[in-house]
């Protein structure tokens, strides 16, 4: 495994290598210290002489002292890892703060292009009836009206020239297109008689560009 401190970005393969790595020595420290537990419990800082100074015959002396070095060396090779451990959840977790902006900004750009992509709204419906034509065709509140039959952002004036449209076609579908949720979407509207007020049951402003 590459280094976490190299040029190779680090990956969460890494850390478990690493996280495996710690276990291992871990498993390691736990086997001398059983060693030494059996050789009398001497632990790591017993002394090896008995009381006139003679080397002690009732343990392996050879056994207990590389017991003691190797957990010495195994817990600086611990201490390591954890430092390495450590470092490598830094950088992953940083190198995934840096995706998650780098995506939120791409985000926000193909959001922006597709908004200029958009064509003008000139009207926005602020009020809905349910039950009434333009309920029912899926008309929703706050959408923005881009085309309504034959008016567009080019040749509306005011909200006369849908009052005309709409009288001229009750009974009739009428192709409307709204920007709905940054969204071109295409409702088919027909004006007609209901139990409500008008042919089309919704409130359209026009919009202040």
Same mark, same amino acid.
């Given at each position: 495994m590459a280094d976490p401190g190299g040029g190779?970005?680090?990956?969460?393969? @890494?850390?478990?290598? &690493?996280?495996?790595?710690?276990?291992?020595?871990?498993?390691?420290?736990?086997?001398?210290?059983?060693? &030494?537990?059996?050789?009398?419990g001497v632990g790591m800082h017993e002394p090896l002489v008995d009381a006139e100074g003679f080397p002690r015959a009732d343990i392996d002396l050879y056994q207990v002292r590389t017991a003691r070095h190797n957990i010495i060396c195994l817990?600086?090779?611990?201490? $390591? +890892?954890?430092?390495?451990?450590?470092? $490598?959840?830094?950088k992953l977790h940083a190198r995934e703060k840096e995706k998650h902006a780098r995506d939120e900004a791409e985000a926000l750009a193909e959001a922006m292009s597709q908004k200029q992509n958009l064509p003008q709204a000139f009207a926005k419906v602020n009020a809905v009836t349910p039950?009434?034509?333009a309920s029912v065709s899926? &008309?929703? =509140? @706050?959408?923005?009206? =881009?085309?309504?039959?034959?008016?567009? $952002?080019?040749?509306?004036?005011n909200l006369q020239n849908i009052a005309? +449209?709409?009288?001229?076609?009750?009974?009739?579908?009428?192709? +409307?297109?709204?920007?709905?949720?940054?969204?071109?979407?295409? =409702?088919?509207l027909t004006p007609k008689r209901w139990s409500g007020k008008g042919l089309l049951g919704c409130n359209i402003i026009p919009l202040q560009r």
């Open positions: 190779r970005p680090v990956t969460v393969s @890494d850390v478990q290598q &690493l996280v495996r790595r710690k276990d291992e020595i871990e498993a390691q420290i736990k086997a001398c210290y059983e060693l &030494l537990e059996g050789q009398k817990q600086n090779d611990h201490k $390591a +890892v954890m430092k390495q451990v450590e470092e $490598a959840l830094h039950g009434s034509p899926g &008309l929703q =509140v @706050d959408d923005e009206i =881009v085309e309504f039959g034959s008016v567009n $952002a080019n040749n509306f004036q005309t +449209v709409v009288q001229h076609s009750e009974g009739r579908p009428l192709s +409307v297109t709204v920007i709905r949720g940054g969204r071109r979407v295409h =409702v088919g």
